[in-house]
């Protein structure tokens, strides 16, 4: 449950494909080719580490680095570039970047520069339990209840409410939740992610008056919780 996720913003293809292909082994990984899709992502959504290509199509790389830090996004900055002059590096850091590679450079280097930087102590330590209305999930004993009640979920299950749960409230697509949550070498049915939402729905949802998973029809899914006192279920 507690995979690390990486954003990229990368416009070139087939880098994008096999940064994704390589770090999806061991991280939950999510891919966008423009500046303005990419600052939307990382300051909509909560990454451990963000790797920011400079030559973006629609806005310089260095713009989408400063734009992240003033909206007061804490995750690491990983800066790929071509310019390898001393004052584009230093133009690099000042703008919020926490460390930069040279393209070209090997896939080894890459990685232990990530490595590097997730081991850099957070200014915020994630909590082990989650909440979203009235469940509660705990991420390390691995554990969900609603209303005080034990629900038994399947690994995939669990993996599936905590990242609905980690993004309360917004809209996540199948193709994020299958990214973030499956293996990238892994076959799937293109409705794999709905027939296990169904299943989660089964367990966490049916049960219960209020429910929580929301269809957006055409996109994907989100988590709503509520306001007000909860509807009394006991006998």
């Known amino acids: 449950m507690c995979i690390m996720r ?7 293809v087939s880098l994008a494909k096999l940064l994704r292909g390589v770090l999806s082994k061991t ?12 600052l939307l992502m990382a ?9 920011l290509d400079l030559s973006l199509p629609d806005i310089d790389g260095k713009d989408v680095c400063i734009a992240i830090r003033q909206a007061a996004v804490k995750s690491p900055i990983l800066v790929l570039t071509g310019r390898d002059a001393l004052n584009d590096k230093l133009e690099l850091l000042d703008a919020g970047a926490d460390d930069y590679l040279v393209k070209p450079t090997s896939l080894a280097e890459v990685q232990a520069r990530i490595r590097a930087l997730l081991r850099r102590p957070q200014e915020v330590l994630i909590d ?4 979203v209305g009235d469940v509660v999930l705990d991420t390390h004993h691995r554990t969900v209840f609603r209303q005080g009640l ?3 979920l399947r690994r995939k299950e669990f993996e599936l409410l905590g990242y609905l749960m980690q993004n309360v409230s917004r809209v996540v697509t199948r193709e994020q939740i299958i990214n973030s949550l499956w293996d990238n070498n892994a076959e799937f049915f293109l409705n794999t992610v709905d027939v296990h ?12 008056k209020q429910k929580l998973i929301k269809t ?6 989100k988590m709503e919780g509520y306001n007000g006192s909860l509807p ?3 006998k």
């Open 216 to 221: 957006i029809h055409g996109i994907g899914y």
């Open 43 to 51: 300051t909509s959504q909560d990454h451990d580490l963000i790797m």
């Open 232 to 234: 009394s279920t006991g």
């Open 128 to 131: 082990d339990t989650l909440n």
């Open 6 to 12: 990486i954003l990229i913003i990368e416009d070139e």
């Open 150 to 152: 034990k629900i038994e």
């Open 27 to 38: 991280y939950a990984v999510d891919v966008c080719s423009s500046g303005k899709e990419g």
């Open 197 to 208: 939402i169904m299943h989660l729905r089964d367990k966490v949802d049916r049960p219960f």
